[in-house]
């Protein structure tokens, strides 16, 4: 393992940041922390990099206790939200600075500020200000400068954050791919299951300062361990006391399957090739459905039409637990 | 811009700003007439007056610039005043990046009345602050210092009346510096030394250096302090200020009109800096 | 995101804590307080001695219409020029800007040798002319408003230009397109957008202009009841020996200035929890 985090808990005053978190992840993997606003995510990814001192807990980074090295110590490479770029430096120099600190010799310096720079393709902004760059370059930057040092791990907060959709995207694929070439232990923070669900190995989805679930991509989605983690990672609704995907609602005109409830149709929303059909049970639930737009005409779903709903066989469900959704409904 | 205190923020925008082709001007009528006004008594008021000292300066011909510097007790009171006011400059330098370091980044009671006391030399008339100063370090000086009289009064006086200028520069400056940029800094290795002269110190030396530049300009043409607190002894604590009024009560204009143009040249140096600062701030971003 | 406690100080922390105030006490904090002290020596006497002295309360008269006189002036000028500055573009425009500044950092005594050197009465550039029409400006209230002026010119404009420029003249455009005078739209939308700069630069102004010395000493001939201002008296005062009446003027001066600072700092406060 690469990183090994054990019993960590963090407070802020009263503020309970982080309970008891414990967690391990393989070398060389990149993983995403997931999760809402405030709940607890970035206060992690600051106390593997010694940037925050955990209350309790330890956290040992390739089976070396880091847990009171301080952030010069860790051999890190962190990359903020918004850039923290070296604002008087030239874009090589911000590069430079992790390896002039090393006392590393002049020519070993300048030819590796060149290759980093040509992996986050930004050669010739070598001696430009950061002002000087756009948002997504900026970031670029920092990441060279982070990765110059040689880091064993490579944190990321919220790295995309401040970019606009586009850049973000792009970004969001060059960072796989960049990593796919280097190769470093990478953990990143997002809000954004979107992104955590593109780009990462792993997924530690972490709320209320705890973690709800840690898995691949398709094990979070497929199987969730619990609501929360269901909502947080794509739209949900229940029917008949279980919280399952729009999507994985079998619709029909007649009572053919076993456990389908009746349900008349309030309102049909065609977004694209989708629809989106709000129902109502007779048991009074309000239930959302989405289909093709073909399989909807096929069946002359309209408003005031009687349906019954049953879910798709293998449907990932989990049951209802109507305090816990609301939380994930703010996030 | 340079009629500010504080150089600016780091803009938001993202990037150059795109550079326009501005037309020679855009003044409307009511504008043009208020430009008008305004230059008016601005030449009035300051530049015709400036002007004047200059010409009655030349007007005795390049001797006449000459003259009274050669005149030793000036000679003295220019040195003096310099090495004064280049040795409180560096004080403030130092001292005055560290009062801004602890009023923005530390926490304790009574940190608000600091906040206070800084202004206090800015508002308190000068005469004022002679007596002032006097209280403590004159004749009977509580503390056993008697600095009044003594060239030592010069140094005093000048630290009074100087300590708002860097302290306002670089408290701005420091309050919008991102931490974050420190915390990248010490995740790329650097101890708290590093970080501080490598990355705090290269991004507040601008509001340093227009600091410092305008501490310097106030102390080489101070005098009000001074007056009750220095004794104006000749060749020892006697400021140029000094004897360019002693030579307009002596209704030798010429002579103090030359020594004026000195202390009218190290001012417009002053705002040379201060432009030239402000303006590499702003490209930085 | 949670806030974050800053790390715990250090020693570096409590060593630079204890030397800045140290050397605050010893430059301001205990001087001043002695000066409140010297003045309340012997009760309220010193006080109530300058406030029945006619000729004091002349200067103090003296100093406050010139210091209102020149605030009035350095408002309008200082309003109109940050305008120009920031909203409209002309030719000089940069050195204009640089020369604003010039005020701040020339001798007080060059100030004053400049608005003699011109208006002097006697052989005065245009002091001759003005006097011929009846107007006398050095040795005279005219001479020392002037110099006042002069001396606190630029703090009007340097509270205010910053802030015309963060606000940006969108506001300002979308009241031209509802069809709002160049002269509404600054009544209405800019002057109240920028009131609080103005009122900090008139404060500052004001307290500047209140306690301006070296200036005024040389223009104003120092003619008692006439042109003595209440920092000449302050002088005059000490070296006649009456140490206990130049500490009450000098109280007077510094309560003051302080309050105009604690009124500013307030008012900023005020501001910053907006």
Redesign the interface.
Not at chain 1, 44 to 72: F, M, N, Y
Not at chain 1, 158 to 176: C, H, I, Q, S, Y
Not at chain 2, 2 to 25: D, F, I, K, M
Not at chain 3, 248 to 263: H, N, P, Y
């Given at each position: 393992m690469s990183i090994d985090i054990t019993g960590v808990s963090k407070r802020?005053g009263h503020?309970v940041?982080l309970e008891g978190i414990d967690l391990s992840l393989p070398r060389g993997q990149l993983t995403a922390l997931l999760g809402p606003?405030?709940g607890?995510k970035?206060?992690l990814l600051r106390i593997i990099?010694?940037?925050?001192t955990p209350d309790t807990g330890s956290v040992v980074i390739e089976g070396k206790d880091a847990t009171r090295l301080?952030?010069?110590?860790?051999?890190?490479?962190?990359v903020?939200q918004?850039y923290?770029?070296?604002?008087?430096?030239s874009v090589a120099r911000n590069v430079a600075?992790?390896l002039e600190?090393?006392k590393k010799p002049e020519d070993e310096v300048r030819a590796k500020v060149e290759e980093l720079l040509a992996l986050v393709h930004l050669s010739q902004f070598a001696d430009r200000?950061p002002?000087?760059?756009?948002?997504g370059q900026r970031q670029r930057m920092?990441l060279a400068?982070?990765l110059?040092?040689e880091p064993t791990v490579l944190l990321l907060d919220e790295p995309f954050g401040a970019l606009d959709a586009k850049v973000r995207k792009e970004l969001r694929d060059w960072l796989r791919r960049l990593h796919d070439e280097v190769h470093v232990t990478t953990v990143f923070v997002t809000h954004d299951q979107e992104e955590a669900l593109e780009v990462a190995d792993e997924i530690v989805v972490v709320n209320q300062g705890r973690v709800e679930q840690v898995g691949t991509p398709d094990q979070l989605y497929d199987d969730p361990a619990n609501d929360f983690v269901m909502g947080f990672l794509g739209e949900t609704t229940t029917l008949g006391g279980v919280v399952l995907r729009p999507h994985d609602i079998e619709v029909d005109r007649g009572p053919g399957r076993a456990g389908a409830q009746e349900a008349v149709v309030v309102r049909v929303l065609r977004v694209g090739f989708e629809v989106r059909v709000s129902a109502e049970t007779t048991a009074g639930e309000q239930v959302t459905v989405s289909m093709t737009r073909t399989h909807a005409k096929a069946l002359h779903v309209d408003e005031g039409a009687t349906l019954w709903l049953c879910p798709a066989v293998g449907a990932a469900t989990v049951p209802s637990m109507p305090f816990r959704l609301r939380d994930g409904v703010v996030a | 811009m340079s009629v500010q205190l504080e150089p600016r923020p780091p803009s938001l925008t993202v990037g150059p700003a795109p550079r326009r082709r501005t037309p020679s001007h855009n003044l409307t009528r009511t504008s043009g007439i208020g430009l008008g006004l305004t230059m008016t008594w601005f030449s009035l008021l300051v530049l015709i007056p400036l002007a004047a000292v200059v010409a009655t300066a030349a007007a005795g011909g390049p001797d006449g610039f000459g003259r009274p510097v050669t005149n030793e007790q000036t000679a003295a009171a220019i040195r003096i005043t310099v090495l004064a006011a280049f040795s409180v400059t560096l004080v403030n330098v130092v001292m005055g990046t560290m009062i801004a370091w602890v009023l923005v980044r530390d926490r304790f009671p009574g940190k608000a009345l600091l906040e206070l006391v800084i202004d206090v030399p800015f508002a308190l008339p000068t005469i004022v602050a002679g007596l002032v100063l006097l209280s403590l370090y004159g004749n009977d000086s509580p503390l056993g210092l008697e600095l009044a009289n003594t060239g030592w009064s010069i140094y005093l006086a000048f630290l009074f009346v100087t300590l708002p200028f860097v302290v306002r520069m670089v408290q701005p400056v420091l309050e919008e510096l991102d931490q974050e940029v420190e915390e990248a800094a010490a995740s790329l290795g650097a101890s708290r030394l590093t970080t501080f002269r490598r990355i705090v110190l290269p991004a507040l030396a601008p509001a340093i250096a227009a600091g410092a530049a305008l501490s310097f300009a106030r102390a080489v043409g101070e005098y009000g302090s001074l007056v009750l607190l220095s004794g104006n002894l000749p060749f020892e604590s006697e400021v140029t200020s000094v004897r360019i009024l002693s030579a307009i009560e002596n209704d030798n204009r010429a002579t103090a009109a030359a020594i004026a143009t000195l202390l009218l040249v190290i001012s417009l140096l002053v705002i040379v800096v201060l432009d030239v600062v402000q303006r590499r701030v702003a490209r930085r971003g | 995101m949670a806030e974050r406690t800053r790390p715990a100080p250090g020693p570096t922390t409590y060593v630079l804590r204890v030397l800045v105030i140290t050397y605050l006490v010893l430059l301001v904090i205990w001087p001043v307080s002695l000066v409140v002290t010297n003045t309340f020596a012997n009760g309220d006497e010193a006080l109530r001695s300058i406030l029945e002295d006619p000729d004091l309360v002349d200067a103090l008269r003296l100093t406050a219409v010139a210091a209102v006189v020149a605030t009035a002036i350095n408002t309008v000028f200082g309003v109109t020029v940050s305008l120009l500055l920031v909203r409209t573009v002309f030719p000089g425009k940069r050195i204009l800007s640089a020369l604003m500044d010039l005020p701040l950092s020339v001798s007080p005594i060059v100030v004053g040798l400049a608005l003699v050197l011109v208006y002097g009465g006697r052989n005065g550039w245009f002091g001759p002319t003005l006097e011929g029409a009846g107007l006398q400006v050095i040795f005279s209230t005219p001479g020392i408003i002037m110099a006042t002026a002069f001396v606190s010119l630029p703090l009007v404009i340097r509270e205010v230009v910053p802030v015309l420029q963060e606000l940006g003249d969108e506001q300002e455009q979308a009241a031209r397109s509802l069809g709002a005078s160049g002269r509404q739209t600054f009544w209405r939308i800019t002057l109240p957008s920028i009131k609080w700069a103005v009122v900090y630069g008139v404060v500052l102004t004001l307290a500047r202009s209140l306690g301006e010395f070296g200036a005024v000493k040389v223009v104003s001939g120092n003619v008692l009841g006439e042109t003595r201002t209440a920092t000449l008296a302050v002088e005059e005062k000490y070296l006649n020996f009456d140490q206990e009446g130049a500490y009450a003027i000098a109280f007077l001066l510094a309560s003051v200035s302080v309050l105009a600072i604690v009124v500013v700092s307030l008012l900023r406060s005020r501001e910053a929890h907006r």
């Amino acid at each position: 393992m690469s990183i090994d985090i054990t019993g960590v808990s963090k407070r802020y005053g009263h503020f309970v940041a982080l309970e008891g978190i414990d967690l391990s992840l393989p070398r060389g993997q990149l993983t995403a922390l997931l999760g809402p606003s405030g709940g607890g995510k970035t206060t992690l990814l600051r106390i593997i990099a010694g940037l925050e001192t955990p209350d309790t807990g330890s956290v040992v980074i390739e089976g070396k206790d880091a847990t009171r090295l301080p952030v010069q110590k860790r051999n890190v490479g962190f990359v903020f939200q918004h850039y923290a770029a070296f604002k008087h430096l030239s874009v090589a120099r911000n590069v430079a600075f992790g390896l002039e600190i090393r006392k590393k010799p002049e020519d070993e310096v300048r030819a590796k500020v060149e290759e980093l720079l040509a992996l986050v393709h930004l050669s010739q902004f070598a001696d430009r200000l950061p002002s000087q760059l756009s948002g997504g370059q900026r970031q670029r930057m920092a990441l060279a400068r982070a990765l110059a040092i040689e880091p064993t791990v490579l944190l990321l907060d919220e790295p995309f954050g401040a970019l606009d959709a586009k850049v973000r995207k792009e970004l969001r694929d060059w960072l796989r791919r960049l990593h796919d070439e280097v190769h470093v232990t990478t953990v990143f923070v997002t809000h954004d299951q979107e992104e955590a669900l593109e780009v990462a190995d792993e997924i530690v989805v972490v709320n209320q300062g705890r973690v709800e679930q840690v898995g691949t991509p398709d094990q979070l989605y497929d199987d969730p361990a619990n609501d929360f983690v269901m909502g947080f990672l794509g739209e949900t609704t229940t029917l008949g006391g279980v919280v399952l995907r729009p999507h994985d609602i079998e619709v029909d005109r007649g009572p053919g399957r076993a456990g389908a409830q009746e349900a008349v149709v309030v309102r049909v929303l065609r977004v694209g090739f989708e629809v989106r059909v709000s129902a109502e049970t007779t048991a009074g639930e309000q239930v959302t459905v989405s289909m093709t737009r073909t399989h909807a005409k096929a069946l002359h779903v309209d408003e005031g039409a009687t349906l019954w709903l049953c879910p798709a066989v293998g449907a990932a469900t989990v049951p209802s637990m109507p305090f816990r959704l609301r939380d994930g409904v703010v996030a | 811009m340079s009629v500010q205190l504080e150089p600016r923020p780091p803009s938001l925008t993202v990037g150059p700003a795109p550079r326009r082709r501005t037309p020679s001007h855009n003044l409307t009528r009511t504008s043009g007439i208020g430009l008008g006004l305004t230059m008016t008594w601005f030449s009035l008021l300051v530049l015709i007056p400036l002007a004047a000292v200059v010409a009655t300066a030349a007007a005795g011909g390049p001797d006449g610039f000459g003259r009274p510097v050669t005149n030793e007790q000036t000679a003295a009171a220019i040195r003096i005043t310099v090495l004064a006011a280049f040795s409180v400059t560096l004080v403030n330098v130092v001292m005055g990046t560290m009062i801004a370091w602890v009023l923005v980044r530390d926490r304790f009671p009574g940190k608000a009345l600091l906040e206070l006391v800084i202004d206090v030399p800015f508002a308190l008339p000068t005469i004022v602050a002679g007596l002032v100063l006097l209280s403590l370090y004159g004749n009977d000086s509580p503390l056993g210092l008697e600095l009044a009289n003594t060239g030592w009064s010069i140094y005093l006086a000048f630290l009074f009346v100087t300590l708002p200028f860097v302290v306002r520069m670089v408290q701005p400056v420091l309050e919008e510096l991102d931490q974050e940029v420190e915390e990248a800094a010490a995740s790329l290795g650097a101890s708290r030394l590093t970080t501080f002269r490598r990355i705090v110190l290269p991004a507040l030396a601008p509001a340093i250096a227009a600091g410092a530049a305008l501490s310097f300009a106030r102390a080489v043409g101070e005098y009000g302090s001074l007056v009750l607190l220095s004794g104006n002894l000749p060749f020892e604590s006697e400021v140029t200020s000094v004897r360019i009024l002693s030579a307009i009560e002596n209704d030798n204009r010429a002579t103090a009109a030359a020594i004026a143009t000195l202390l009218l040249v190290i001012s417009l140096l002053v705002i040379v800096v201060l432009d030239v600062v402000q303006r590499r701030v702003a490209r930085r971003g | 995101m949670a806030e974050r406690t800053r790390p715990a100080p250090g020693p570096t922390t409590y060593v630079l804590r204890v030397l800045v105030i140290t050397y605050l006490v010893l430059l301001v904090i205990w001087p001043v307080s002695l000066v409140v002290t010297n003045t309340f020596a012997n009760g309220d006497e010193a006080l109530r001695s300058i406030l029945e002295d006619p000729d004091l309360v002349d200067a103090l008269r003296l100093t406050a219409v010139a210091a209102v006189v020149a605030t009035a002036i350095n408002t309008v000028f200082g309003v109109t020029v940050s305008l120009l500055l920031v909203r409209t573009v002309f030719p000089g425009k940069r050195i204009l800007s640089a020369l604003m500044d010039l005020p701040l950092s020339v001798s007080p005594i060059v100030v004053g040798l400049a608005l003699v050197l011109v208006y002097g009465g006697r052989n005065g550039w245009f002091g001759p002319t003005l006097e011929g029409a009846g107007l006398q400006v050095i040795f005279s209230t005219p001479g020392i408003i002037m110099a006042t002026a002069f001396v606190s010119l630029p703090l009007v404009i340097r509270e205010v230009v910053p802030v015309l420029q963060e606000l940006g003249d969108e506001q300002e455009q979308a009241a031209r397109s509802l069809g709002a005078s160049g002269r509404q739209t600054f009544w209405r939308i800019t002057l109240p957008s920028i009131k609080w700069a103005v009122v900090y630069g008139v404060v500052l102004t004001l307290a500047r202009s209140l306690g301006e010395f070296g200036a005024v000493k040389v223009v104003s001939g120092n003619v008692l009841g006439e042109t003595r201002t209440a920092t000449l008296a302050v002088e005059e005062k000490y070296l006649n020996f009456d140490q206990e009446g130049a500490y009450a003027i000098a109280f007077l001066l510094a309560s003051v200035s302080v309050l105009a600072i604690v009124v500013v700092s307030l008012l900023r406060s005020r501001e910053a929890h907006r």
